[in-house]
């Protein structure tokens, strides 16, 4: 069969979006990883699966699935494509949809001038919602590495899990190796996406985020909201201020200044569609 597709990117961060509301697509891993495959496949970060609404609070399911096959419960580049290719393909014609993914509803708002704004919920900081193995939340946790270096950072879920380093030269930090160790690490029973990040002031910070299951990207929107929660709770970050990837530029707003603050993470950035095509998939 024929497998029609999506290829959808912001800010870098790239992605292959299909439309499961009509036909169901359930994908197994090593399918996954030929899809993702940038030589022989269609080639992206993670697979973005457009579901049918699972209950009457939302109006689509929202699966993503990372380039080594493995399911994530969250991403923030994904859900601003989400929504543009929903409007795009005729399956809403509102500007402002509920999602539901693994781990989480969310809002999302497609703007006039084409950027989409997202909710993104409340970061949680209890060691089980993240998850990790630490006896109770903190702004920042040291971990022992296996080289017996260790590193010092802030955890937390945005749906999925984060730890946030800070880096004096963001350019050289150790991204791919620290990142790589931390996926095996007894910390994090379920792996962790793992960010650097460079304050360039109270309202601008740099980062480059390691995200488990695809490497380092060009961008990771859930990344920028972790980002922006460790610079808040540091206090080193105002409650609105814009975080640079190398893909590009987000804006974040977080009221919160603690671990024990509820406040929503509001994100704000581009989406755009690269082009339209088909695969041959077994049937």
Request: glycine content about 10%; hydrophobic content about 40%; overall charge negative.
């Amino acid at each position: 069969m024929s497998l029609r597709f999506s290829k959808m990117q912001g800010l870098g961060n790239d992605f292959v979006v299909v439309d499961a509301t009509r036909t169901p697509f359930q994908p197994n891993p090593d399918q996954l990883r030929l899809l993702t495959d940038r030589r022989f496949g269609v080639g992206c970060d993670q697979v973005l699966v457009v579901d049918p609404a699972p209950d009457s609070d939302v109006d689509f399911g929202y699966r993503i699935y990372n380039a080594d096959g493995s399911q994530s419960g969250q991403c923030a580049n994904g859900s601003r494509c989400f929504v543009r290719f929903v409007r795009q393909h005729g399956l809403t014609e509102k500007s402002q949809i509920r999602v539901r993914t693994a781990t989480a509803v969310m809002d999302l708002q497609l703007l006039e001038d084409g950027r989409v704004r997202v909710d993104m919920g409340a970061p949680r900081f209890a060691p089980e919602e993240i998850p990790m193995r630490v006896p109770a939340a903190a702004p920042a946790h040291p971990i022992v590495l296996a080289d017996g270096s260790t590193v010092l950072g802030a955890a937390l879920s945005v749906g999925n899990p984060h730890f946030v380093i800070e880096s004096g030269d963001l350019d050289g930090a150790p991204v791919t190796a620290i990142g790589e160790a931390l996926q095996s690490h007894v910390a994090f029973p379920d792996r962790v996406n793992v960010g650097f990040i460079q304050f360039v002031g109270r309202q601008c910070a740099r980062l480059r985020v390691f995200e488990r299951g695809s490497g380092e990207t060009l961008a990771c929107g859930s990344g920028a909201c972790a980002a922006m929660v460790a610079g808040r709770l540091w206090g080193r970050l105002d409650a609105s201020a814009a975080i640079e990837l190398r893909g590009g530029t987000l804006e974040l707003q977080w009221a919160g200044k603690d671990i024990h603050a509820a406040d929503p993470i509001w994100m704000t950035g581009p989406a755009e569609s690269v082009f339209e095509g088909s695969i041959e998939w077994p049937s």
